[in-house]
């Protein structure tokens, strides 16, 4: 008996050495829906390993007694499954959960933390939190759409030679189909503990300032910048790649991420796309929003509708730090927010 705990634990103990070694070696570790890219020591990246739709991207951040999330996933489904495929990266528990903001895929988790954990954000996420998020616009866009992506999907497998490729597709159809069924438990849990300006947590020597510079993505937007580390998590306030922008304040977009390169940092952890080095891609898309304000105003001038300025705002010179830029034409959610500030510079979400 005696022996078979000590079998065992030597099997447990190597088993956590070699899930430590691969964390420190710079590979990314897969564990259940979630792949952990090691950023330095005690901070990760959490990032979809493909077997659900988990939304955002989520920093982890251990200190000494626990480990501090950042953004908490698209459904209580996926929050469980962060709750568990983190033990493969750190054994401490998670006491603190930050909203980078009110969007559904960063914190439709939530619910699955417990009643223990403190879930920070900013006071304006609790406010938008108090009424259902799922009748507005920004979510419907997410979850409307998938009959007709499952449908080119089922098109796309039925054509589709690769077995490899198949697979994969194959498995997109059965994260939507899930995802689907996932959204229906959710209760929006809004924040328990809120800031105005600037909150810090000092925890186990890391020390965490989150900061709200002002509007951006959206009302909301909360960035964690580790001064030591030299770190700073951006939700999607500032993305590796173009941030939706269907509830966002272009203009005041643009001076708050001035704000935002004021800080000291050289390591960006944004909520979609990967982590990246310096301030060059900020500046990049600071032009980019001023370009898509510029163009979208001089079409509405000429009479245009929000619909049609969509069709012809051009941003394919933004493309070589941008990629995902393919050619001519904006989502309308964009120029239609844009023609609504106009109106309204406070509006709230998009219904
Ligand atoms: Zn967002």
Avoid: C
Wanted: hydrophobic letters at 40%; a negative charge; glycine letters at 8%.
């Amino acid at each position: 008996m005696r022996n078979r705990v000590a079998v065992a634990f030597a099997v447990f103990i190597a088993g956590w050495l070699w899930l430590d070694a691969r964390a420190q070696s710079g590979e990314p570790l897969v564990s259940g829906a979630h792949k952990f890219e090691r950023i330095t020591n005690g901070i990760y990246y959490a990032t979809a390993s493909g077997t659900m739709q988990v939304g955002a991207n989520s920093p982890v951040i251990e200190s000494e007694g626990e480990a501090i999330i950042i953004d908490s996933g698209t459904s209580p489904a996926a929050g469980r499954a962060l709750l568990q495929d983190i033990k493969a990266v750190t054994s401490k528990p998670v006491k603190y959960v930050i909203d980078s903001h009110f969007h559904y895929d960063h914190l439709f988790g939530n619910q699955a933390f417990g009643p223990d954990v403190q879930i920070i954000g900013h006071d304006h996420t609790r406010e938008r939190l108090m009424v259902n998020t799922m009748q507005q616009f920004t979510f419907l866009n997410s979850i409307n759409p998938i009959p007709a992506r499952l449908e080119s999907l089922r098109q796309r497998i039925a054509t589709e030679k690769d077995p490899q490729q198949k697979a994969t597709l194959e498995q997109q159809v059965k994260n939507s189909l899930a995802y689907q069924e996932q959204v229906k438990e959710v209760r929006q849990t809004p924040p328990n503990l809120t800031f105005d300006d600037t909150m810090t947590i000092y925890r186990g020597g890391r020390e965490l300032r989150l900061m709200y510079l002002g509007r951006g993505h959206t009302d909301t937007d909360v960035v964690t910048y580790l001064p030591a580390e030299r770190i700073v998590a951006t939700g999607d306030l500032m993305e590796s790649v173009i941030s939706y922008m269907g509830d966002s304040y272009p203009e005041e977009w643009i001076a708050t991420l001035e704000k935002l390169k004021a800080l000291e940092f050289d390591t960006v952890l944004p909520g979609h796309g990967v982590p990246f080095k310096g301030k060059e891609r900020i500046t990049a898309f600071q032009n980019y929003l001023r370009d898509v304000i510029v163009q979208t105003n001089a079409l509405k001038q000429q009479g245009l509708s929000a619909e049609d300025a969509a069709l012809k705002v051009d941003l394919t010179k933004h493309a070589s730090m941008f990629p995902q830029i393919r050619g001519v034409g904006i989502d309308p959610a964009v120029t239609r927010r844009i023609y609504h500030l106009a109106q309204d510079p406070n509006a709230g979400p998009t219904p």
